[in-house]
């Protein structure tokens, strides 16, 4: 029997911004909806979100809480950590401006292919290649009367040649992916033992995949172990750091180095472009 879906509000630490977190450039997933929230999902499990009064709200399967509490960071202080980061005018206005960021924990196979995507892209065309990848590769899940596509396995990936991916009409980066998957496939690519490391030895063991420089690395590490001392810089970050001479070692040292990234990201793209 289906149960009609309600709305559930999830306690989180601080205000909450389905679009500041889902449209500000660390997932690419989820699509907006007409009435104003987000559909999507992870590891299988499908959800509606959106905020209300600085609240998240989720629409999902019964017994997910927990998995979408932690996917959604919820437990931690994010108002201190927005607080530490306003030391002067321009962090302030940037904490300010994306006070409902959320740095969400993602499935780290699905963040690794993205970010591998990701590199010389823009996020439509993005968007559009993994839309093309799950839907052709992924299990269909069936969610409220929609069709999501689960985000194919490594085990999917790990058989396929470049000449298989071509539809994803990813250029050289689709030979990338198929790289990821045999690496994981094989063992020599282990996502637990990279989530046990130090950042630094973490990215000096993601950074010998085919493929991944510094700033997939960096990506991968914050939005996909969730190593919130990371910090990636992009043509963004850099059209920032005029503001600082040059110089982000400020917040860089910062145990939350990654959220206070997400700021100036944020506010570099949407305000000061």
Known sequence: MTHPLTWTTLPAQGDFSAAQTLDCGQCFRWTLEPDGSWIGLTEHTPARVRDRDGMLEIQTLPGTEPLWRSYFDCGLDYPSIRAAFSVDAFTKAAADYGCGIRILRQDPWEALCAFLISQCNNIPRIRAILTRLCQSLGDPVLFDGQ???AFPSPETLAPLERADLEFLRAGYRAPYLIHAARAVCDGALDFTTLAAMDTDSARHHIMQLRGVG????????????????????????????????????????????????QYIFYYIRSVLQ
């Open 147 to 149: 069709t999501l596509y």
């Open 214 to 261: 510094r700033k997939v690395a960096d990506c991968f590490l914050l939005f996909g172990l969730h190593k919130l001392d990371a910090f990636p810089v992009d043509t963004w970050m850099k059209k920032a750091a005029v503001y600082y001479d040059g110089d982000f070692s400020a917040f860089q040292n910062s145990p939350y180095a990654g959220v206070y990234q």
